[in-house]
Nanobody, 121 residues
Framework: VQLQASGGGLVQAGGSLKLSCAAS????????MGWYRQAPGKERELVAT???????DYADSVKGRFTISRDNALNTAYLQMNSLKPEDTAVYYC????????????????WGRGTQVTVSS
């Protein structure tokens, strides 16, 4: 499974960005799509996840500001980030947990390369 993330960049505090993550390859179905981030000197942390049933989980720090969604037909997840703060600055990583192969008997856990989000004060 290959993941292509895009949409990062530099924005002023209070601004917005939208990240996209497109999954491709021998995908039978996708269980979970999610975004994680890692700031300099810190551990990688969960930002938001959405599963195949539409259940969503957000980190407390982004609730009310970020929205995760997915387009199952395109195998793509999105992260709409509003009211960005300098503390949101990090490399954002897409993660996909999927079933692969002809009958989906294999489970795959894949990470994208990461996209930089920088929020200036």
């Amino acid at each position: 499974v290959q993941l292509q993330a895009s949409g990062g960049g530099l924005v002023q505090a209070g601004g917005s960005l939208k990240l996209s993550c497109a999954a491709s390859g021998s995908i039978f179905s996708i269980d979970v799509m999610g975004w994680y981030r890692q700031a300099p000197g810190k551990e990688r942390e969960l930002v938001a996840t959405i599963n195949s049933g539409g259940t969503i989980d957000y980190a407390d720090s982004v609730k009310g500001r970020f929205t995760i969604s997915r387009d199952n037909a395109l195998n793509t997840a999105y992260l709409q980030m509003n009211s960005l703060k300098p503390e949101d600055t990090a490399v954002y990583y897409c993660r996909v947990v999927s079933r692969t192969g002809r009958y989906g008997i294999n489970r795959s856990n894949d990470w994208g390369r990461g996209t930089q989000v920088t929020v200036s004060s």
